[in-house]
């Protein structure tokens, strides 16, 4: 037995073809190979011999680090290393120009390694870039390895990957837009109204009031309600996404600002990795993306590209290359993102950042160009970016605070200053559903530039304020006239407001005529522009009462809301000043109110979640230390959500019993439901292997 070892032994020493072991010609190769395989209980080192023998073959002809063939004569440089394992001569060097000196497939430690400028490419085609976090190959739900087709060889020209390509001064490359689908027709009912794009009621808080009575504040909501989404299948090379838009939609331009510095290294960045994999999935043909990445300094990966296959592919081999470190400058990242939606040549009619950052911003410079922090509210954003609306851009940015070391204040601020939401992602699992919340409505705009005007019917009245919560409002004609700008609106998306008016006496008649509402948008699609009017707001003006009239249920529940939310920016306030104490009794006094609502008496669903929101803010107050690390960011996300009245990803997941389910629409909860899908499909606690991919991203 002894004998049989030691011949081992002397086997392990070579890396034998086999073809060599089954020559004729090497009798004594072939007698050592039989002598391994005769051991009944190999020790390690045999066991990985076998193993790198029964593979010789295919580690040949494939690569391991991008899994395309190394066939000769393709124009492809190859380096053999120590260990005998083979690669392209490009991927393994973008691999060791880091360091690292351990082969890819045994582990063994190399002496020699090869090297080149990192820019050059020696087979004149598309490199490749070996996926960044690979170490983290014990659990398949924090791998984004995905495999991917070859890319188009071409010989005769050097091609560098977009997200390696030198920074142009002006970032007007952007990829030219793709063929918009056929435009839908606009269909009307009976009345001419255009029912199918937008809906518009008035609710009266009474539906009757004595003509002797005279009411300062009578209260009048207003609802409107974009259009209801199609479910006509697409077809082409969509069909496999099965996008939420099924119909032919408004193609968006989005670009996502992510933070990369050192906090965010190992399991963040691997799950924030496969958020951004299931959002390239997610985004068609015509949809436009484009990724800056910032830690100490900011850098553009690629320009805006259309998601089409190549696209897909050059983006996720971007996103999958990032590595962490560094310190945190938002507002670097921030301006280089609404950098790139300035200067893009073309554009999409939806536009929209995403920023997410898990820290404080470290690296902003005064204006005296000192290394000291400088005020927020210089920070916040760029002008461009503040001022949209008059210029017409509307770009809003809806910003994810990660983790408990986020700074909430600011990104807060950058996402109402801009018309975007706030989101807050406890725990590290629920970035992808966040993700997948937010553009499930982006991908479903369906009206654009809306703007609703309320107008006095009745000589005497004159509106005395308009609750519109983030939106912008005025007044105008002494009161006669009152104007709301809500921008975009995503399929299925309401809007309230709460309109107060004074109702005057009326002399004569049996009823007065209040209130009359005209609305004034664009079809995001077609870019037809179409102004709608609704109903007049008519109220009955009896002689005398006829029993007290119990108010309407729709404008109670409303009320309710603003309430709330009034509540909670004023605890808010008290817990900014030191006082917990009595930022808790603010949200008791106001739970203890909605109780006695008549929609709180009624079960109305919206009424239960103020007060289990409520409810859960109280707890977030219960010390400073803990209010710090997840009470201000889960107040000023509610606060955002009841501002826009759109849907936030709040506290350790999007299905809390909060307000977040008041708010979300039909294509933000389809676009959820399939992220949760893919997490719950994807094999766990799996060891993956060189050559073996995942295809959790992929939609099912």
Same mark, same amino acid.
């Given at each position: 037995?002894?004998?049989?070892?030691?011949k081992a032994?002397?086997?392990?020493?070579?890396?034998?073809?086999?073809?060599?072991?089954?020559?004729?010609?090497f009798p004594?190769?072939?007698?050592?190979?039989?002598?391994?395989?005769? /051991?009944?209980?190999?020790?390690?080192?045999?066991?990985?011999?076998?193993?790198?023998s029964?593979?010789?073959?295919?580690?040949?002809?494939?690569?391991?680090?991008?899994?395309? %063939?190394?066939?000769?004569?393709?124009?492809?440089?190859?380096?053999?290393?120590?260990?005998?394992?083979?690669?392209?001569?490009?991927?393994?060097?973008?691999?060791v120009?880091?360091?690292?000196?351990?082969?890819?497939?045994?582990?063994?430690?190399?002496?020699?390694?090869?090297?080149?400028?990192?820019d050059?490419?020696?087979?004149?085609?598309?490199?490749?870039?070996?996926?960044a976090?690979?170490?983290m190959?014990?659990?398949?739900?924090?791998?984004?390895?995905?495999?991917?087709?070859?890319?188009?060889?071409?010989?005769?020209?050097?091609?560098?990957?977009?997200?390696?390509?030198?920074?142009?001064?002006?970032?007007?490359?952007?990829?030219?837009?793709?063929?918009?689908?056929?435009?839908?027709?606009?269909?009307?009912?009976?009345?001419?109204?255009?029912?199918?794009?937008?809906?518009?009621?008035?609710?009266?808080?009474?539906?009757?009031?004595?003509?002797?009575?005279y009411?300062?504040?009578? $209260?009048?909501?207003?609802?409107?309600?974009?259009?209801?989404?199609?479910?006509?299948?697409?077809?082409?090379?969509?069909?496999?996404?099965?996008?939420?838009?099924?119909?032919?939609?408004?193609?968006?331009?989005?670009?996502?600002?992510?933070?990369?510095?050192?906090?965010?290294?190992?399991?963040?960045?691997?799950?924030?990795?496969?958020?951004?994999?299931?959002?390239?999935?997610?985004?068609?043909?015509?949809?436009?993306?484009?990724?800056?990445?910032?830690?100490?300094?900011?850098?553009?990966?690629?320009?805006?590209?259309?998601?089409?296959?190549?696209?897909r592919?050059?983006?996720?081999?971007?996103?999958?290359?990032?590595?962490?470190?560094?310190?945190?400058?938002?507002?670097?990242?921030?301006?280089?993102?609404?950098?790139?939606?300035?200067?893009?040549?073309?554009?999409?009619?939806?536009?929209?950042?995403? /920023?997410?950052?898990?820290?404080?911003?470290?690296?902003?410079?005064?204006?005296?160009?000192?290394?000291?922090?400088?005020?927020?509210?210089?920070?916040?954003?760029?002008?461009?970016?503040?001022?949209?609306?008059?210029?017409?851009?509307?770009?809003?940015?809806?910003?994810? !605070?990660?983790?408990?070391?986020h700074?909430?204040?600011?990104?807060?601020?950058?996402?109402?200053?801009?018309?975007?939401?706030?989101?807050?992602?406890? %725990?590290?699992?629920?970035?992808?559903?966040?993700?997948?919340?937010?553009?499930?409505?982006?991908?479903?705009?369906?009206?654009?530039?809306?703007?609703?005007?309320?107008?006095?019917?009745?000589?005497?009245?004159?509106?005395?304020?308009?609750?519109?919560?983030?939106?912008?409002?005025?007044?105008?004609?002494?009161?006669?006239? !009152?104007?709301?700008?809500?921008?975009?609106l995503?399929?299925?998306?309401?809007?309230?407001?709460?309109?107060?008016l004074n109702?005057?006496? #009326?002399?004569?008649?049996?009823?007065?005529?209040?209130?009359?509402?005209?609305?004034?948008?664009?079809?995001?699609?077609?870019?037809?522009?179409?102004?709608?009017?609704?109903? #007049?707001?008519?109220?009955?003006?009896?002689?005398?009462?006829?029993?007290? #009239?119990?108010?309407?249920?729709?404008?109670?529940?409303?009320?309710?809301?603003?309430r709330?939310?009034?509540?909670?920016?004023?605890?808010?306030?008290?817990a900014?000043? !030191?006082?917990?104490?009595?930022?808790?009794?603010?949200?008791?006094?106001?739970?203890?109110?909605?109780?006695? $609502?008549?929609?709180?008496?009624?079960?109305?669903?919206?009424?239960?979640?103020?007060?289990?929101?409520?409810?859960?803010?109280? #707890?977030?107050?219960?010390?400073?230390?803990?209010?710090?690390?997840?009470?201000?960011?889960?107040v000023?996300?509610?606060?955002?959500?009841?501002?826009?009245?759109?849907?936030?990803?709040?506290?350790?997941?999007?299905d809390?019993?909060?307000?977040?389910?008041?708010?979300?629409?039909?294509?933000?909860?389809?676009?959820?439901?399939?992220?949760?899908?893919?997490?719950?499909?994807?094999?766990?606690?799996?060891?993956?292997?060189?050559?073996?991919?995942?295809?959790?991203?992929?939609?099912?």
């Amino acid at each position: 037995m002894a004998s049989l070892w030691r011949k081992a032994k002397l086997a392990l020493c070579y890396s034998v073809p086999r073809s060599m072991v089954d020559d004729d010609r090497f009798p004594q190769l072939s007698e050592r190979v039989s002598h391994v395989s005769l /051991l009944s209980q190999p020790n390690d080192a045999a066991s990985a011999w076998m193993s790198r023998s029964s593979s010789r073959k295919r580690d040949f002809e494939t690569c391991s680090i991008c899994l395309a %063939t190394m066939k000769p004569g393709e124009g492809h440089a190859i380096f053999t290393a120590e260990c005998s394992h083979s690669f392209h001569f490009h991927c393994i060097t973008s691999k060791v120009k880091q360091g690292n000196q351990i082969c890819p497939v045994c582990r063994a430690k190399w002496k020699e390694i090869p090297s080149e400028s990192p820019d050059l490419d020696p087979r004149g085609g598309r490199s490749r870039v070996f996926p960044a976090d690979i170490p983290m190959q014990n659990n398949a739900m924090m791998t984004v390895v995905r495999r991917l087709p070859s890319s188009p060889r071409n010989s005769s020209r050097h091609v560098i990957p977009l997200f390696h390509a030198a920074e142009p001064a002006v970032f007007d490359d952007d990829e030219p837009l793709g063929r918009t689908e056929a435009s839908q027709k606009v269909n009307s009912d009976a009345n001419g109204n255009l029912a199918k794009i937008i809906g518009i009621r008035a609710y009266p808080e009474f539906s009757s009031v004595p003509r002797t009575k005279y009411c300062n504040e009578f $209260t009048v909501l207003i609802n409107l309600k974009a259009a209801v989404t199609n479910t006509t299948q697409k077809s082409g090379e969509d069909q496999g996404l099965q996008s939420v838009s099924r119909m032919p939609r408004t193609p968006v331009d989005l670009v996502t600002v992510l933070d990369i510095s050192g906090s965010m290294a190992g399991t963040k960045l691997a799950l924030l990795k496969r958020a951004m994999g299931f959002v390239i999935h997610n985004m068609s043909s015509n949809d436009r993306l484009s990724v800056v990445t910032f830690s100490s300094t900011a850098r553009r990966l690629f320009p805006l590209c259309r998601m089409s296959e190549s696209g897909r592919q050059q983006a996720l081999l971007a996103v999958n290359s990032l590595v962490a470190n560094g310190g945190t400058n938002i507002a670097e990242g921030l301006r280089k993102g609404a950098k790139v939606m300035e200067e893009r040549r073309e554009k999409n009619p939806v536009a929209s950042l995403i /920023l997410l950052s898990d820290g404080q911003d470290t690296y902003t410079v005064n204006g005296s160009g000192g290394n000291q922090i400088a005020p927020i509210d210089q920070l916040l954003l760029p002008l461009s970016i503040q001022d949209s609306k008059r210029s017409g851009l509307q770009i809003p940015v809806h910003t994810f !605070g990660f983790g408990a070391d986020h700074d909430s204040f600011l990104m807060h601020s950058i996402s109402e200053n801009s018309g975007g939401t706030f989101s807050f992602i406890e %725990t590290e699992g629920a970035i992808q559903d966040a993700f997948a919340q937010c553009i499930g409505g982006l991908l479903s705009v369906v009206v654009q530039e809306v703007l609703v005007e309320i107008e006095c019917i009745h000589p005497s009245s004159y509106i005395q304020s308009v609750k519109a919560g983030g939106y912008s409002s005025q007044m105008m004609g002494n009161g006669r006239l !009152g104007v709301i700008d809500i921008g975009d609106l995503y399929a299925d998306e309401e809007r309230d407001f709460l309109v107060q008016l004074n109702l005057p006496i #009326e002399s004569s008649g049996n009823h007065t005529s209040l209130l009359k509402v005209k609305c004034f948008f664009k079809d995001a699609l077609t870019k037809e522009s179409f102004a709608m009017e609704g109903e #007049e707001v008519i109220i009955g003006r009896p002689d005398s009462s006829t029993g007290q #009239e119990e108010g309407s249920i729709l404008v109670d529940r409303q009320r309710n809301r603003l309430r709330a939310a009034e509540a909670m920016s004023l605890a808010r306030a008290a817990a900014e000043n !030191g006082s917990l104490g009595d930022a808790i009794s603010v949200l008791e006094n106001c739970r203890e109110m909605l109780v006695r $609502t008549i929609s709180a008496k009624s079960q109305d669903r919206l009424c239960v979640s103020l007060d289990a929101e409520l409810k859960e803010m109280q #707890e977030r107050m219960a010390s400073r230390h803990v209010y710090e690390a997840s009470g201000r960011a889960y107040v000023l996300s509610g606060l955002s959500s009841h501002s826009w009245q759109r849907a936030t990803a709040r506290g350790d997941s999007t299905d809390s019993s909060s307000l977040i389910q008041a708010y979300q629409t039909p294509s933000m909860v389809e676009m959820l439901n399939r992220s949760q899908a893919t997490l719950m499909s994807s094999p766990g606690q799996r060891l993956v292997r060189p050559g073996w991919q995942l295809n959790a991203l992929k939609p099912r």
